[in-house]
């Protein structure tokens, strides 16, 4: 069984910078995907960004490129949303996930965490 656990999220206004951070213990296998989503107030589940473990590459929404960059910590298991130049937009609740493929739909991922808020002010 993983564990997925998010502490973080927070208040930030536009423009601002926050990172988000997620530990992931119990048992988890090298070539595993971790990746970020978020889901605002009446839509649904969009993804952020994703990193497969053991080769570093990384997939983006377009909505967040240049913005956003997703970074992991092997020694720590943990996996890292850095997040500049935040916009109104950007506000919802922001889910950690852990999967095996690379991919930018919520099915593919097998593990989830609680979820932290993130609310960017205008």
């Known amino acids: 069984q993983v564990q997925l656990v998010e502490p973080g999220g927070g208040l930030v206004q536009a423009g601002g910078s926050l990172r988000l951070s997620c530990a992931a213990s119990?048992?988890?296998?090298?070539?595993?995907?971790k990746g970020w989503f978020r889901q605002a107030p009446g839509k649904e589940r969009e993804f952020v960004a994703a990193?497969?473990?053991?080769?570093?590459?990384?997939r983006y929404a377009d909505s967040v490129k240049g913005r956003f960059t997703i970074s992991r910590d092997n020694t720590k298991n943990t996996v890292y949303l850095q997040m500049n130049s935040l916009k109104p937009e950007d506000t919802a609740v922001y889910y950690c996930a852990m999967g095996t493929v690379l991919s930018g739909r919520p099915q593919t991922y097998e593990y989830w965490g609680q979820g932290t808020q993130v609310t960017v002010s205008s």
């Open positions: 119990g048992r988890t296998f090298s070539d595993h995907v």
């Open positions: 990193v497969r473990w053991s080769f570093g590459t990384t």
